[in-house]
């Protein structure tokens, strides 16, 4: 099993471009959350998908930021016109089950670190 | 929705010594409290977690425990080592819900 896999490692935008962000999951996991980590700072909830479902995206900016989970392929996190505070890590994480169930362990990616020039 | 607060945000010891790091939640309906080190330029990995129907849990050098009344949990490290130095981020979740981090501490264990 290769894990939580997050491309691109690095990614450089310049402002006003468009940033993807792609997460696949665990095999065999169908729930995927994305965080925002701002350098020395902590891991904030924006986004948690299920295949083809939104369940809760109160964490994630109303406004050039979306995220999908297709049902084939993997998770994208999209973030239109990219400013400078839009730069930070974004880290994907998938669950087996819906929290509550028998194994509700996170299990993380190593991440996508997003510079805006 | 949940709101984690962790203290302290920094954290100081020497080589050998205990380092406790403490969080509280505001959803009463959380009943999973993992914590997560990460190390730098590295993914937050699991290093122990505790279910509400549990006060304490212990594993080697780790340990965390729960107060629901208080709605406050800790994770106690025993015997620090260098390697020990991370951030540390406490979570909390509720069934059907999502997990909510603390800021996170800063340990750093000198040798």
């Known amino acids: 099993n290769a894990g939580v896999m997050q491309n691109p490692r690095h990614l450089v935008r310049r402002r006003g471009q468009e940033a993807r962000l792609r997460c696949s999951p665990m095999?065999?996991?169908?729930?995927v959350y994305w965080y925002r980590q701002l350098p020395e700072e902590g891991l904030k909830f924006m986004v948690y998908?299920?295949?083809?479902?939104?369940?809760?995206e109160s964490g994630m900016p109303k406004e050039r930021f979306s995220a999908e989970f297709p049902k084939e392929g993997p998770s994208i996190l999209r973030i239109q016109q990219v400013v400078r505070g839009d730069s930070a890590a974004y880290f994907c994480?998938?669950?087996?089950?819906?929290?509550?169930?028998?194994?509700?362990?996170?299990?993380f990616g190593s991440g996508t670190q997003l510079s805006v020039l | 929705g949940e709101n984690v607060e962790q203290h302290p945000s920094t954290l100081s010891v020497q080589e050998g010594d205990s380092a406790v790091i403490k969080c509280t939640y505001s959803?009463?309906?959380?009943?999973?409290f993992p914590w997560y080190k990460q190390e730098l330029g590295k993914r937050p990995q699991l290093i122990i977690d505790?279910?509400?129907?549990?006060g304490e849990k212990k594993d080697q050098r780790i340990a965390v425990t729960l107060n629901k009344t208080a709605k406050h949990f800790s994770l106690h490290i025993t015997e620090t080592q260098p390697e020990d130095s991370a951030v540390y981020f406490c979570?909390?979740?509720?069934?059907?819900?999502?997990?909510?981090f603390g800021a996170g501490t800063r340990l750093t264990v000198k040798p």
């Open positions: 998908l299920q295949k083809e479902n939104i369940i809760d």
């Open positions: 979570a909390a979740s509720a069934n059907n819900n999502d997990m909510r």
């Open positions: 095999k065999g996991h169908s729930h």
């Open positions: 994480a998938s669950s087996p089950f819906k929290f509550g169930g028998a194994d509700e362990k996170l299990f």
């Open positions: 505790i279910r509400s129907n549990v």
């Open positions: 959803d009463s309906a959380s009943n999973y």
